[in-house]
C-alpha cells in the first residue's frame, strides 16, 4: 500500500506544481494579490505531497519490500537498518526524488520565512520555482518512477553497491544535494528579478542567505565526500579529479563567486548584472551535474550509468531552463544600471578579481571535465582527462586568489589607501616567509611549488587572523574593552574569517599530503616488517571474520617507532555475497601531523610456506587532517555568518528610485 500512497503522492505534488507555475505568475503580471499568495499555500502542499512519497519509499526499504523494483535492486533484508535507509537515495530513482524534495524544502522555505520579500518578487520565484518541480517531477513519474513493482518479487534483494554502504555516503549526498538544489532558489530569484526587470541591493540581501545555506551543505557535501574516498576507496587519495567530483566542484567555485558578489551588489549597489549571470551559471551547472551522471556518459562510484534516453529527457530540461534563463538575461541585462563607481585600487576591484579567477578556475575543470566527452561522441576516440592536467591547469590559478584573498579585506570599499595597507601587512609577510622557509630547513624536499603555495597558505592564515584582530582593535584597550568590540562585531564579520582561515588550513592538508606523501605497496606474509616514515610495521597475518552482510578477512599490523609501541591497525578486504562484490577497508592512525594509512588487497598467493602472501600498501600523508580541519572551519565560518541579524531580518523596504529600477523595455 505505502508504493501506491508514494506513487499518488508524486501525481499530486505534480498537480500543485503545475498550478504554482501559473496562477502566481499572472497574480505578479496583473496585481492579483489573491493569485500572489496563493503560491504561499501551493509550496506547501507540494512539499507535503513530495515528504510522503519520500517517506513511502524509505519505508519500503526499511520493511524490505522486495516487490518494488527499486528496493529488490538496491536493498538486502540483512543489510543494517542505516543502509536500509541510506538505500533510499542509493539509486537513480531515489537519488532523484531525494532532489525533487530538496527543491519543494527551498521553495516551502521562502514562502514561510520570506515575509519581507515584496509579494511580486516572491510570487514570481516561487513560480519559477515550481517551473523546477514540474520539469523533475514530470522525468520521476514518465521515465523513473522509484515504486514501480515487479511480479513474481525475488525473495531477496540483490544488495546497495557494498561501497555505498557506510556512514560517509550515507550523509554525503542529502548534503550535496542540499547544496546543489539550493542554488535552484537563488536561480528562481534571479529570474523572477529578470522578469519583474528590477535587481538592486534590497534585491541582493534576499539572496545572500539563500546563497550561503546552499554553499554551506555543497561545502560540507564536498568534503565529507573526499573524506569518504580518503578512507573507504583504499587507495589513500581525497581528490582524484573525478567527472563526478567535479560537477559537484564547479557549483561550488561560481557558488563562492556567487556569495561575493552579492556582497558588492548590497553594498555598493554594484556588479548587479553579474550577480544575476552567476546565479544562472552556478545552478546551469548543478544541472549539468545531474545530466552527466544520469545520462549513461559515464561509469563511477558515484554516477549513476542508467538508460541513455533517461539522459536525453534530462538534456530537454538542461536546454529549456538554461537556454530560457540566458536568453531573459541577454534581453535584460544591457538596461541594468552600472552602479557605484570605484578605483582599480579598492575592496570592489579585489572583489572583482576574486571573481573572474574563479570563474577562470570554473572553466578549466569544465573544459578538462567535458572534452573527453565530445571528443568521443564526435570522432568516437576515447581519452582520460585526469589529475596531471587539473594539477597542471588548476592549481596556478589558485595561487594569486590566495594572495588576493589575504590582502583584499584590508582595502576600503571605492578607494583604498596603498600605503597604509603596505604598513599594516609587511609584517605578516615577512613572518610567513620565515615561516616557509624554517619548514623547508626541516623538510629539505619537495617541489618548489609546493613551497611557494605554502608561503601563500601561511600569508592567508596570517592575513586573516592579523585583520580580525585590528578590526577588534586587539592591540589597544583592555580585554573587558576587547571582548565587547568582539561581541560587537557583525557575525558575518567573524564568519568570513573563520571562512578565510579555514582554507589556509585546509591547504595546509592539501601541500602537505601531496607534496611530502610516503607510500609503499609490497608483498607481505606473517611476520614481514615493512619501514616508511620512521614507523616500522609488523605484518601478522590475516584471519577471517563475519559482518551482518558480508565476510572479511582482517589484516593485523603491529606499528613501532624506535623500538616502542604505537598501535595497532585492523585493515579489512570485505566480501559481499549478495551482491558478489568486494571492498577495501583501510585502518589508519590519525594524529595532527599526518596518518598512517594501510589497506591490504587479495592474497597475492596462496601459500608461501605456510604463510598467506597479501598485497599490502602502507602510506604517510603528512598534515592530511588539516584538510578536514579546514573544511570544518569552512562549513562553521559559513554557518557563523548565516546567523548575522541583517541577514535573518533581510533587507529594509525598496527606495523608489529610477536609479535602481531596470529598465522594461
Not at 224 to 233: C, M
Not at 342 to 348: A, D, L
Not at 373 to 392: C, D, Y
Request: glycine share 8%.
Amino acid at each position: 500500500m505505502a508504493p501506491e500512497i508514494g506513487h499518488f503522492s508524486l501525481a499530486l505534488g505534480l498537480a500543485l506544481a503545475i498550478i504554482q507555475s501559473i496562477v502566481p505568475m499572472l497574480g505578479a503580471s496583473k496585481g492579483n494579490l489573491l493569485w500572489m499568495h496563493s503560491a504561499r499555500s501551493l509550496a506547501l502542499g507540494q512539499v507535503a505531497f513530495v515528504t510522503l512519497a519520500f517517506l513511502a519509499l524509505m519505508y519500503s526499504f526499511i520493511v524490505s519490500d522486495f516487490t518494488v523494483r527499486n528496493v529488490a535492486e538496491n536493498s538486502h533484508s540483512l543489510k543494517p537498518v542505516l543502509y536500509k535507509v541510506a538505500g533510499t537515495w542509493g539509486s537513480h530513482e531515489g537519488s532523484l526524488l531525494l532532489w525533487v524534495l530538496i527543491l519543494t524544502v527551498f521553495g516551502a522555505a521562502v514562502s514561510l520565512f520570506g515575509r519581507n520579500i515584496p509579494d511580486e518578487l516572491k510570487a514570481r520565484t516561487l513560480s519559477v520555482q515550481a517551473w523546477i518541480s514540474v520539469g523533475f517531477l514530470s522525468f520521476l513519474l514518465l521515465t523513473s518512477n522509484p515504486f514501480e513493482r515487479i511480479f513474481p518479487p525475488p525473495a531477496d534483494g540483490n544488495d546497495l553497491n557494498p561501497l555505498l554502504q557506510d556512514l560517509g555516503l550515507a550523509l554525503h549526498p542529502p548534503l550535496l544535494y542540499f547544496g546543489y538544489v539550493g542554488f535552484s532558489i537563488v536561480f528562481s530569484f534571479a529570474v523572477a528579478a529578470l522578469l519583474e526587470g528590477r535587481i538592486d541591493a534590497a534585491w541582493a540581501r534576499w539572496v545572500r542567505p539563500w546563497t550561503l545555506a546552499a554553499w554551506i551543505s555543497l561545502t560540507a557535501g564536498i568534503a565529507l565526500g573526499s573524506w569518504w574516498a580518503y578512507y573507504e576507496l583504499g587507495w589513500g587519495g581525497w581528490w582524484f579529479w573525478d567527472p563526478v567530483e567535479n560537477v559537484s566542484f564547479m557549483p561550488w567555485l561560481l557558488g563562492t563567486a556567487l556569495l561575493h558578489s552579492a556582497i558588492v551588489t548590497e553594498k555598493r549597489d554594484a556588479f548587479k548584472s553579474w550577480t544575476i549571470l552567476l546565479s544562472i551559471l552556478t545552478f546551469s551547472l548543478s544541472l549539468l551535474g545531474t545530466f552527466i551522471v544520469r545520462s549513461g556518459l559515464l561509469t563511477s562510484v558515484h554516477a549513476f550509468a542508467v538508460d541513455p534516453e533517461r539522459g536525453l529527457y534530462i538534456l530537454a530540461l538542461l536546454a529549456i531552463s538554461i537556454g530560457g534563463s540566458l536568453l531573459l538575461y541577454a534581453w535584460r541585462a544591457p538596461n541594468m544600471e552600472a552602479g557605484g563607481v570605484f578605483k582599480p585600487i579598492s575592496r570592489e576591484s579585489a572583489l572583482l578579481l576574486n571573481n573572474l579567477i574563479l570563474a577562470a578556475s570554473t572553466g578549466i575543470v569544465l573544459f578538462g571535465t567535458l572534452y573527453p566527452l565530445f571528443l568521443e561522441a564526435v570522432s568516437g576516440e576515447k581519452i582520460s582527462v585526469g589529475p596531471p592536467f587539473f594539477n597542471n591547469a588548476f592549481i596556478p590559478m589558485m595561487l594569486p586568489l590566495i594572495l588576493v584573498m589575504g590582502v583584499g579585506p584590508y582595502f576600503s570599499w571605492k578607494r583604498a589607501d596603498l600605503a597604509g595597507v603596505y604598513q599594516r601587512i609587511k609584517y605578516i609577510a615577512v613572518l610567513s616567509m620565515l615561516g616557509t622557509l624554517l619548514i623547508w630547513y626541516l623538510v629539505k624536499g619537495g617541489p618548489a611549488l609546493a613551497y611557494v603555495s605554502l608561503l601563500l597558505a601561511t600569508w592567508l592564515l596570517g592575513a586573516t587572523v592579523h585583520e580580525w584582530l585590528n578590526r577588534v582593535r586587539f592591540y589597544d584597550g583592555s580585554f573587558s574593552d576587547f571582548v565587547r568590540r568582539v561581541q560587537g562585531l557583525p557575525r558575518s564579520a567573524h564568519g568570513m574569517t573563520l571562512a578565510h582561515a579555514g582554507l589556509a588550513v585546509a591547504m595546509f592538508g592539501f601541500i602537505g599530503s601531496s607534496a611530502w606523501k610516503s607510500e609503499e605497496v609490497v608483498f607481505v606474509e606473517r611476520g614481514s616488517v615493512v619501514e616508511i616514515a620512521g614507523f616500522q610495521v609488523t605484518f601478522n597475518g590475516a584471519n577471517q571474520v563475519r559482518g551482518p552482510n558480508y565476510i572479511a578477512n582482517r589484516g593485523t599490523l603491529v606499528v613501532q617507532r624506535n623500538g616502542l609501541h604505537v598501535t595497532t591497525l585492523y585493515p579489512e578486504r570485505r566480501f559481499y555475497p549478495a551482491a558478489q562484490s568486494s571492498t577495501t577497508e583501510s585502518a589508519i592512525r590519525s594524529t595532527l601531523a599526518g596518518d598512517l594509512y594501510a589497506s591490504i588487497a587479495e592474497p597475492a598467493s596462496e601459500q608461501a610456506g605456510n604463510s598467506e602472501v597479501w598485497t599490502l600498501r602502507i602510506l604517510y600523508e603528512p598534515l592530511v587532517n588539516f584538510i578536514w580541519l579546514g573544511s570544518l572551519l569552512l562549513v562553521l565560518g559559513g554557518c557563523i555568518s548565516l546567523t548575522d541579524r541583517r541577514l535573518r531580518v533581510g533587507a529594509p523596504k525598496r527606495v523608489q528610485n529610477k536609479k535602481t529600477v531596470v529598465a522594461a523595455e
